[in-house]
């Protein structure tokens, strides 16, 4: 059951207490007609003095929306009781000059010379919704530094290519990937042959601008799938998703072919690459303890490519090639 709204019996005690508010305030009739606006009102829908009595409510209200309010307004005049709107909505209201702005808005029947009016109390969020803006950009924009630190935490500086740590990081998710599809992962390590002599007989910045087109290489070679990464000095590290051994060998070649055919302006250079493949079928692929093992294949691999000549491809479960 409704409580009656209190009854207001003295109009000028109540137009002072309107005045004193330090928000919106007005009193509107039982037909919706403004009865009462304060200074406040009037500032903030930038209306002269006096200007907003006996009109309607709606002209407080966006066109598109008076239709909608009429009918929240009836349906209030029905069950008029104390609340606050606008706290869990979008609410905008209008000025004079056609800006619309948020408010929320606090309803309270009253009696005034025995008949029901509302009195309605408006809150200009504009500085409240800024804040929010501006709160919500900083956050997005502390993400996007959030991001681009952890990418450049992953990133080798010299090749723009990712890193040994970035590198495995990649190999555990594949590792996943690999026990939860059965599906092969293989790994090559490629190391650019005879670097230090390179270093010595054309400096550092010239054995950088090698590592650089050898980065630059391999990220044309590889394919959409396949993750390349420098992982220290003159070695370079290829994870090849969903790939078996023969064709670990036969995208190794790739990449040793397409280095050894670049052009190379001081003196050729080339890498060997050593060749690991993960099979699912294999008890335990999916232990951490494969993380070490593949490196430590790979490298073997790598290590019998060095000693059979360089400038070639060995898989640590194949028979060298030639």
Known sequence: MTADPPDLRDPALLQLAFQAAPFAMFLVDDSGSIVYA???????FLYESGALLGESIEVLVPTELRDMHREHRSEYRDKPTPRRMGTNRDLVALRSDGTEFPVEIGLNPVQVDGRRHVLTAVVD?????LSQEFLAAQLRDLATMRDELADLAATDELTGLRNRRAFLDQLGIQLEMCARTTRPVSILILDVDRFKEYNDDFGH???DEVLRRVAATL???ARASDFVARIGGEEFAIILPETNDTGAITLGERFRQ???SAHWVKRPVTVSVGATTLNP???GSAEPSWHRSLLIHADRALYESKTRGRNRVCHHELPPSK
């Not at 304060?38 to 903030?44: F, M």
């Not at 969020?125 to 919704?129: F, P």
């Open 38 to 44: 304060n200074g406040e009102a009037e500032r903030l």
């Open 125 to 129: 969020l504009t500085q409240r919704v």
């Open 205 to 207: 910045l010239e054995g």
């Open 219 to 221: 990220r044309d070679a």
């Open 258 to 260: 397409r280095v050894a």
């Open 281 to 283: 079928s294999e008890p």
